[in-house]
């Protein structure tokens, strides 16, 4: 599974409702059998920028949930997390 970012603009925009409805969208699409995982949000308040993250199967499965859940983005990578300088990968959960 791959970590996906979502870059989205978000002025005037309530963080607690895009989460919501990004969380339960992943929820939704899962329980239909589609490997995807909402993780978090980060709001960068000084930007307007909000950047949703996914562990999904697919780029295409993050557009469509950001389309089920009308989330407007500007667009959609694949990310790496690092912590402490090393690689987290959530497949196998740990540093690598």
Do not use: P, W
């Not at 929820?27 to 920028?49: F, K, N, Q």
């Not at 790496?80 to 987290?88: L, N, P, Q, V």
């Amino acid at each position: 599974m791959t970590t996906y970012l979502i870059e989205a603009y978000v002025a005037g925009g309530e963080m607690a409702d895009l989460q919501d409805r990004a969380r339960a969208v992943a929820a939704a699409m899962s329980d239909e059998g589609h490997v995807i995982r909402y993780l978090r949000s980060v709001l960068v308040r000084a930007d307007e920028t909000c950047f949703h993250f996914f562990d999904a199967a697919s780029e295409k499965l993050v557009a469509e949930l950001a389309r089920r859940a009308d989330l407007q983005y500007e667009r959609i990578v694949e990310a790496e997390e690092y912590r402490t300088g090393y690689a987290f990968n959530h497949v196998e959960g740990g540093s690598r």
